[in-house]
T-cell receptor, first 113, second 113 residues
Framework: DGGITQSPKYLFRKEGQNVTLSCEQNLNHDAMYWYRQDPGQGLRLIYYSQIVNDFQKGDIAEGYSVSREKKESFPLTVTSAQKNPTAFYLC????????????FGPGTRLTVL | DAKTTQPPSMDCAEGRAANLPCNHSTISGNEYVYWYRQIHSQGPQYIIHGLKNNETNEMASLIITEDRKSSTLILPHATLRDTAVYYCIVRVREAGGGNKLTFGTGTQLKVEL
C-alpha cells in the first residue's frame, strides 16, 4: 500500500522524558510536514522539510526537533522543553511542486502523564 | 496570511446536497483554495483544490466566485460517512519554500437520516 504511516497510534510518556514520533512515506514525496492539533482546534505547523537533510521551523517549533536523513522518513522528537506536549500529532507529505497538495497520516496521540 | 471564515456547524439530510461556504476575502491572486475534511481522531483527508475555475472530482465540486473572495464545497449526495469537520484553507508559501496549510476550526457537518 502506498501512503503515510505514523506509529504508534497512542503514546504515553512521563513528564520530563523525550519521545520520538515516527513518520514514514512510500509516496516518493520530497516535502514532509509535522502539525500539532489540540482538542477542538485546527492544525498548527511545527516543522517542515522540502528535501533530505534540510528542514525549517514552523509556527510552534519550540520544544521540538526533527531530522530528515532519508526521503521516506521525518521523525519528530518532543523534548522535555515542550511545556504542553499532550496533543494529536499529524505528519503530512507533498509531492506536487505546483499545487503542493498535502496528504496526511493517521496521527499519533501523545499523552504526557 | 489569507484567512478563511466558515460557519461552525451545518446539518444535512442524507441523500441531499451539502453546500459548505467559505469566505476568503483577503486571498491573493496566486493562492490556491483547498478543502480537507477530518473525521474524529483521524488525519485530515484531502478533498479538492482550486485557483480560479470551478473544479469537480469524484468526491466533490468546488465553486469559486469570480472575485475569488468566497467558495462553496458541494457534496452532491451526502451520506452518513460524510459527517466530519470540513476545513477551507488558503495555502501560504513559507519563506523557506514550504507551504503552510493554516487550518481554522472548520465546519462540523452532520449528516442525518
Amino acid at each position: 500500500d502506498g501512503g503515510i504511516t505514523q506509529s504508534p497510534k497512542y503514546l504515553f510518556r512521563k513528564e520530563g522524558q523525550n519521545v520520538t514520533l515516527s513518520c514514514e512515506q512510500n509516496l516518493n514525496h520530497d516535502a514532509m510536514y509535522w502539525y500539532r492539533q489540540d482538542p477542538g482546534q485546527g492544525l498548527r505547523l511545527i516543522y517542515y522539510s522540502q528535501i533530505v537533510n534540510d528542514f525549517q521551523k514552523g509556527d510552534i517549533a519550540e520544544g521540538y526537533s526533527v531530522s530528515r536523513e532519508k526521503k521516506e522518513s521525518f521523525p519528530l522528537t518532543v523534548t522535555s522543553a515542550q511545556k504542553n506536549p499532550t496533543a494529536f500529532y499529524l505528519c503530512a507529505s507533498s509531492g506536487d511542486t505546483i499545487t503542493d497538495t498535502q496528504y496526511f497520516g493517521p496521527g499519533t496521540r501523545l499523552t504526557v502523564l | 496570511d489569507a484567512k478563511t471564515t466558515q460557519p461552525p456547524s451545518m446539518d444535512c439530510a442524507e441523500g441531499r446536497a451539502a453546500n459548505l461556504p467559505c469566505n476568503h476575502s483577503t486571498i491573493s491572486g496566486n493562492e490556491y483554495v483547498y478543502w480537507y475534511r477530518q473525521i474524529h481522531s483521524q488525519g485530515p483527508q484531502y478533498i479538492i483544490h482550486g485557483l480560479k475555475n470551478n473544479e469537480t472530482n469524484e468526491m466533490a465540486s468546488l465553486i469559486i466566485t469570480e472575485d475569488r473572495k468566497s467558495s462553496t464545497l458541494i457534496l452532491p449526495h451526502a451520506t452518513l460517512r460524510d459527517t466530519a469537520v470540513y476545513y477551507c484553507i488558503v495555502r501560504v508559501r513559507e519563506a523557506g519554500g514550504g507551504n503552510k496549510l493554516t487550518f481554522g476550526t472548520g465546519t462540523q457537518l452532520k449528516v442525518e437520516l
